[in-house]
């Protein structure tokens, strides 16, 4: 996970601060009880407290069993990563109210990063034809590092496009996701970001580092 403080990749390390139950019967027999548990912990690299709330079922026995059902994040209140600059203005926009409504709407969320994902292949790398899978895949052909093309590849299984078609035709719309979809998009959206507008532009500021160079002992420059 990316701490929502300072955006730093961290690994989860959450305590469990409280837990509360409500009971009610279902049924003449059946038993089960609403049960909200409190989470914490603090960032390893900055240090700032990070809360979740989980909220999930139990039956009669210790709460811990809770079939854990959703998961918000109530402290920070918004968390929103960083856009490298290379990035254009329109998508880093709607990259970050992809981000920021993630605790909030994890269906949100995913339809935000399908629909620019989507247009980022569409309009920035000029994959046009065909839906979202099609798309993925005409990509992929094209050759590129497998850092990308695995993340990219594992969108379809992580979003059970199989059982969800919608997201491949209709990739805005707001749908069920499975556990870990939305994050996986914004991650993979990250991975697209770096390989079609910040890579390009550092390789374009190196080229133009060793031309001045290269001027400068009046040799050509490299085309």
């Not at 038993?31 to 960032?43: A, F, G, H, K, P």
């Not at 993925?136 to 590129?144: L, V, Y």
């Not at 805005?172 to 996701?177: F, I, N, R, S």
């Not at 580092?209 to 085309?223: D, F, H, V, Y």
């Amino acid at each position: 996970m990316r701490c929502p403080h300072c955006d730093i990749g961290i690994r989860p390390d959450f305590s469990t601060v409280g837990e509360g139950q409500v009971g009610r019967f279902g049924g003449s027999t059946t038993y089960q009880s609403d049960t909200v548990r409190l989470l914490s912990m603090r960032c390893p690299e900055c240090e700032k407290l990070i809360l979740r709330v989980q909220y999930g079922h139990s039956g009669r026995s210790l709460p811990s069993t809770m079939a854990v059902t959703q998961t918000f994040l109530i402290y920070p209140p918004f968390s929103s990563r960083s856009v490298a600059a290379e990035v254009p203005e329109a998508l880093a926009l709607t990259f970050q109210k992809a981000s920021a409504i993630l605790p909030i709407s994890p269906e949100a969320s995913a339809a935000l990063s399908r629909r620019l994902l989507q247009h980022t292949l569409q309009e920035h790398l000029n994959i046009k034809k065909g839906n979202l899978d099609d798309q993925i895949e005409e990509f992929k052909r094209q050759g590129i590092p497998l850092y990308l093309s695995e993340p990219l590849d594992a969108i379809r299984k992580v979003g059970n496009f199989a059982a969800h078609p919608i997201k491949n035709t209709n990739t805005g719309e707001v749908v069920p996701v499975e556990p870990g979809e939305a994050e996986w998009l914004l991650e993979v959206l990250e991975f697209l970001f770096d390989f079609a507008f910040i890579q390009p532009k550092k390789l374009e500021e190196r080229k133009a580092a060793l031309n001045a160079k290269l001027e400068a002992a009046n040799k050509p420059p490299m085309k």
